[in-house]
């Protein structure tokens, strides 16, 4: 006689039989044949087919089957839409039954069809539903709007129903008014911008009427229409907090957290001096306690809505801390939510307790638990300094359980303290390492890298450390890679020493052999870093890194004041805005917490900022694995309590000028060099001893030290004589002297870097050339030797440098030539340019007879002419300039207001080239505008022009 | 608001399934059977969003409940919504399981059509729905317990089972006129919970004062945490529509009084008074005149409910103490003694005492000496559990036990987990007292006097332990 064996019958022809028992004359049976249909509906058979004879059953008199014939309608009308216009006649007959239950049956049914041809017919009885003199029917016709606007929002306009609807707020049934603020609250919400929901005094009023008399959920409807009034100014905040209160105490949690809801929204607006506003916080804490001896689920989700309200106003419940204790029995999602909210209230008053909590979880069984547990106690330790002592031994004890997850992360939450208080408890690093080997996830490892790479320094086997960990680089995580990385360039940048093997593998596994662009990015940033400046490198990666802010894993203010706005929802459940999961264009409208006291500020305000401004908590983004990075830029939140990170210096020092940066460190540390060299490109000298340790070289601020070295330099030997050679060739004033240009930049010469410039001086033509070692090991053996060129220019001595060129370390004293410069570590090949004039000789001035034979002797074509422009002198200045450069001025004469002046050099190899220059003389200032040059081999008085202007316009 | 419900058996098999809502597709039934029910995993959260729709879920022995939705719903009503359904389907048909469920799946979807309206949950009280659901609990065997006091149940004993047809049985079309707009005035008025014209021959009200009493204890016997939480549950037999009013020795109350009193009463009475953390009420109650007033008044629903819940942490009456001796004799021996000591009138007597001393995993033997009741060592359970059962009040017995340990390297030290206890008393830890409860029915003629009251008091433990 039970209703179970509709569940069994699945013999063949099913559907046949069923048929046969649908059209049966006995009610019982057709009751029994629906039965039947209806279950096998349930477990997923298709019974569609029985549509017809189902839809028979209806015209009954018997609620029972009429009930069960309209379940099967609600499932299959939209499979059937024209059988389904079958069973219109029997609703719309039905609607004006005299039995009100079964008017609202038939109302109530029509609205769950949703086929078109259906929607209209419903229409009319819907209309006369909203009117019915029957509560109950007006109730469900309230509802049937919702379902009508879900099907057809225009049909719904068109037809007037929303005026209706709203007049049904005045209702004098609680029932019909609580369903009739469900109905338009819900059409409201995907119309974000109609007035649907026109609140004001008056309907609130009645609302707050409706609130004391209808079911409980009922209440839970108002109250959460009621969280989305902005009250016109605090009086009426206060009022309508006052009429809310009560639902406090109600046993049904939902309308408790709705009108928590109501209050944290409201209480906003309250003057906070206000006694009511005390009253009131006072009043939040027991309702908000009793939540947690609810049913498990229940306590979930009012777990997570106290853990918004604490961050929101943590005095509320500032003394509950005991509540939060977890029980032995609570499930797994509600310890770890207790867990959350004890470090939230965790304060110095309270932390010995927390503790000792704390110290028990992490022996339980979940795993996820005794993480979290041990996570716990080391945000104690962050928290309240006081407990920081404590909570350190506490995780000590932890390690040394060896329990494997526990120690790893434990490891990790010690790197967050060692972020908070650095330098202090640098005892434990030694425990730390005994795990090393231990540690298989990623954050533990990462976490202990760090540790490793921060404290170099008193690790005294830190490089084999972090070499244990360099073996299987390419199996590691990303997080354990960049790690790794940034640990291995602090370890040198402390220890430069034994390390540069290290380094130089890291980045070359990081750069050359990882198909990550972070990690590639990182290591290149580092590489270039390191090569380019190592002083900005220092302060960059070794900077002092900003404290982590007390308070982690706060919820962003902006967020957090729109998820106050939705206590007691998924919203505030997930801690996601509405957006986040809701699809479509409900849940788009962003809810505000209105203005502070007394502003009476319109909650629709456009403006984000009136609501953040009030001092948002620092917020760091919980991933704790962002430690240590490079630069810690991306950590560094603009509110942070800790001192002004000084990276952004660090930034600079790294943009600044190579040689200005080694020359201040290096005058400013080492005295050594006379300062009078100020005159010599080889301005920055070092003295031998740097040089034969490479460790001070790098001690001393790793400042790339600069030191002379020349060939063709007489006397080559001692280090004074290169001083001589560098000081005390004088140069006549006003020769060209250009600035060393890079040669050799570091990236191509595994570190060594080469800039030079040809001078010419004493009749030697001489290549001035700084060599920096950029790389991170010493550089010997040099030579040097240039591929055969244009103008026979070879090297007149070997290359002299005197000591090994150490890590960071420049050398300095050297138009086409290619140079091979030969070190230790191998060959490199570049090729410079030099001008011209280097090969003018100094004998290179022409009889007057023998120019004149000369010019008329070179033929025309060989003649090029050139403009000068934006050139200021006058010819004596002009023929004075270039004889430095043995350019010499045979004679001058003057033709309509231009001075002619003609000129003659001689190449090293011979070569003379005779020019006519013409300078304006009749402008305030000289200008020399144009240039003849005759050469019997042209080809070089593009060079030759080029120099001429490099000179004059120097 | 809610799209769809689901019930399904433990093997993840649909029992009941209703869509309310057109964007819960048919998929969504599997889509929780997959993602939660078949998981592996032990269930890590009762809310679990899956392809952008969202399982609110709760369990009944074996039965799951789960509530679909695309929307931000107030996912507090969803879980009260879900209970409330667990309830009424328990009233209709006692335990829910899978048996009663499909013995029941007809009257299942009349009552989700009516208590679900698109979603939003309609009056749910039991009493007002069986005025108008045509369909009947059945109930197997082995599930209920008939109670005396139900005057309206009727035996129908044949082959092992029994039907239990309440009065609302007579089909609906029998209602008149009249009947019917009775009925749905009700489910829609303000006193949803109770059907008008009730009528007993005999007017009976049980009143029963539920407590638990928790504590956390250090080893010298400083109270670290204690609270009680408290129900008071009721039975009423009533006719007609009943005014009630309820009065206990709430502090505010009696402190209000006494202003108006003499101080005489302030003295007798203060002593008794209690202070009350928080409470909730169920429907019935007036809130708004206890926000105002503070008394607790109510036309009740008709036979068994929850009137209300209260919380306490003042002044609580500890039934018993214990005191816990522990002595490490050696590295293979302990020595415990325990003392509990009751600490009520010696006219009471409290039922069911049980304490629970843990022992270290490394324990190989024990042997026991109580003075009173039955004391075993459970290897399982790693405790010696230690049974009396009566004790009467200002009494003290004690065990010792002589703990063997097995030798080993382990350096980790023992825990010492808390010592527990179990116990029943007859009377409420919380110092609460039920001072009056009024009965008014205006149109019948009986008076508060002519209504038989029955009040009880008990005292259980919650979580009560002692640390050693």
Known sequence: ?954 | MIGGLFIYNHKGEVLISRVYRDDIGRNAVDAFRVNVIHARQQVRSPVTNIARTSFLHVKRSNIWLAAATKQNVNATMVFEFLYKMCDVMAAYFGKISEENVKNNFVLIYELLDEILDFGYPQNSETGALKTFITQQGIKSQASYLISKNQPNVVYCGTHGFLFVFLWSCFVLQHHTKEEQSQITSQVTGQIGWRREGIKYRRNELFLDVLESVNLLMSPQGQVLSAHVSGRVVMKSYLSGMPECKFGMNDKIVIDKQGKGGGSEDVAKSGKQSIAIDDCTFHQCVRLSKFDTERSISFIPPDGDYELMRYRTTKDIILPFRVIPLVREVGRTRLEVKVVIKSNFKSSLLAQKIEVRIPTPLTTSGVQLICMKGKAKYKASENAIVWKVKRMAGMKESQISAEIELLPTNDKKKWARPPISMNFEVPFAPSGLKVRYLKVFEPKLNYSDHDVIKWVRYIGRSGIYETRC
């Open chain 1, 1 to 954: 006689m039970t209703d179970s064996k509709y569940f069994t019958t699945t013999k063949k022809g099913e559907i046949f039989e069923l048929k046969a028992e649908l059209n049966s004359d006995k009610k019982e049976k057709k009751k029994e044949a629906v039965k039947k249909v209806i279950a096998s509906m349930t477990v997923g058979k298709d019974v569609s087919a029985l549509f017809p004879d189902v839809v028979n059953c209806m015209q009954t008199d018997n609620l029972e089957l009429k009930k069960l014939v309209y379940l099967y309608l609600m499932n299959y009308a939209k499979s059937q839409p024209d059988m389904a216009i079958m069973a219109v006649n029997t609703f719309v007959k039905d609607c004006e039954d005299p039995n009100p239950l079964i008017r609202a049956l038939a109302v109530r049914t029509m609205g769950c069809i949703r086929v078109d041809k259906i929607t209209e017919y419903l229409c009319e009885p819907l209309r006369k539903c909203l009117k019915d003199e029957d509560p109950y029917v007006r109730k469900t016709a309230a509802v049937c709007v919702a379902k009508l606007h879900d099907i057809n929002a225009q049909l719904v306009e068109d037809q007037g129903f929303l005026d209706t609807l709203k007049d049904l707020i005045s209702d004098s049934n609680p029932m019909v008014v609580a369903n009739a603020v469900a109905a338009l609250s819900e059409i409201a919400e995907s119309h974000p911008n109609s007035n649907l929901l026109d609140l004001n005094p008056q309907t609130i009023n009645k609302l707050l009427t409706a609130l004391n008399e209808c079911t409980e959920w009922g209440q839970i409807f108002i109250l959460d229409c009621l969280a989305n009034y902005t009250p016109r100014d605090d009086r009426e905040s206060q009022s309508i907090c006052e009429r809310v209160t009560p639902r406090l105490s109600h046993a049904n949690s939902a309308v408790v957290l709705s009108a928590v809801k109501v209050l944290m929204k409201f209480m906003e607006m309250l003057p906070k001096d206000l006694d009511y506003y005390g009253t009131l916080l006072k009043k939040l804490a027991p309702p908000l306690v009793t939540l947690l001896s609810a049913e498990p689920e229940l306590q979930y989700v009012a777990l997570r809505n106290i853990n918004l309200i604490v961050q929101r106003r943590p005095e509320i419940l500032k003394h509950e801390m005991k509540v939060f204790f977890v029980k032995y029995n609570d499930p797994i999602y509600v310890k770890l939510e207790k867990l959350d909210i004890m470090i939230r209230l965790a304060s110095q008053a309270n932390i010995a307790q927390v503790l000792a909590e704390l110290k028990e979880y992490a022996t339980e069984v979940d795993v996820d638990f005794v993480r979290k547990a041990v996570r716990a106690i080391g945000r104690c330790a962050i928290k309240v300094e006081q407990s920081a002592e404590r909570c350190v031994s506490t995780l000590l004890d932890l390690i040394q359980t060896k329990v494997n997850y526990v120690v790893q992360e434990a490891i990790v939450v010690i790197k967050d303290i060692f972020r908070k208080y650095p330098n202090k408890y640098e005892s434990v690093i030694a425990t730390l390492c005994e795990n090393l080997d231990s540690l298989d996830e990623p954050e533990a490892r990462a976490a202990m890298i760090w540790i490793v790479g921060e404290y170099a320094e008193r690790i005294d086997n830190a490089d084999e450390l972090l070499e244990s960990f360099l073996e299987g680089f390419h199996d590691e995580s990303t997080q354990v890679q960049l790690q790794l990385l940034t640990a291995i360039v602090k370890l040198f940048l402390k220890k430069p020493t034994e390390t540069q093997e290290l380094v130089q593998q890291v980045l070359s596994l990081a750069t050359q052999d990882s198909d990550n662009p972070d990690l590639r990015d990182r290591g290149y940033i580092y590489w270039r870093l390191l090569s380019t400046d190592p002083v900005a490198a220092k302060e960059v990666v070794l900077a002092e890194k900003p404290l982590i802010s007390e308070e982690t894993d706060l919820i962003e203010p902006t967020l957090l004041e729109e998820l106050i706005c939705h206590i007691g929802t998924l919203a505030s459940v997930y801690h996601k805005p509405p957006s986040a999961f809701v699809e479509g264009s409900r849940g788009v409208q962003h809810k505000r917490l209105p203005g502070s006291a007394g502003s009476g500020e319109s909650v629709e305000s456009p403006d984000p900022g009136a609501a953040a401004t009030e001092t948002p908590p620092a917020v760091i983004p919980s991933q704790g694995d962002l430690l240590g990075d490079l630069l810690n830029l991306d950590l560094t939140p603009t509110t942070t309590t800790g001192p002004p990170p000084p990276t952004t210096s660090g930034m600079q020092m790294g943009a600044m000028d190579l040689l200005s940066g080694g020359l201040d460190s290096l005058v400013g540390l080492l005295h050594q060099g006379p300062p009078s060299l100020s005159a010599s490109p080889s301005t920055t000298t070092l003295g031998g001893d740097i040089g034969g340790n490479p460790a001070m070289g790098a001690a001393f601020g790793a400042a790339p030290a600069t030191m002379p070295a020349s060939f063709n330099a007489p006397g080559s030997g001692g280090l004074d004589d290169l001083f001589d050679l560098g000081g005390g060739v004088g140069m006549p004033m006003g020769a060209l002297n250009p600035p060393k240009a890079v040669w050799l930049p570091a990236m191509k010469a595994k570190g060594l870097e080469i800039s030079g410039v040809f001078v010419r001086r004493a009749g030697v033509i001489q290549m001035e050339m700084t060599l920096t070692n950029k790389a991170m090991s010493v550089m010997t053996d040099f030579a040097i030797q240039f591929n055969r060129n244009s103008f026979g220019l070879a090297p007149a001595g070997p290359l002299q440098i005197l000591t090994p060129l150490s890590p960071n370390q420049s050398i300095e004293p050297l138009n086409n030539l290619q140079v091979a410069v030969k070190n230790n570590i191998d060959v490199f090949y570049f090729s410079c340019q030099y001008p011209i004039s280097m090969l003018f000789v100094e004998d290179g001035k022409m009889e007057r007879q023998v120019f004149l034979a000369t010019w008329k002797d070179i033929p025309n074509d060989n003649e090029s002419q050139f403009q000068i422009k934006d050139c200021h002198l006058n010819s004596d200045a002009a023929s004075n300039k270039l004889q430095s450069s043995n350019i010499f001025t045979i004679a001058k004469r003057t033709v309509e207001g231009q001075d002619m002046l003609y000129q003659s050099m001689k190449l090293t190899n011979g070569i003379w080239v005779l020019a006519e220059l013409r300078v304006q003389a009749g402008n305030p200032n000289y200008t020399v505008s144009s240039i003849s040059l005759k050469c019997r081999a042209p080809e070089v008085s593009q060079c030759v022009f080029q120099n001429y202007e490099a000179v004059l316009k120097n």
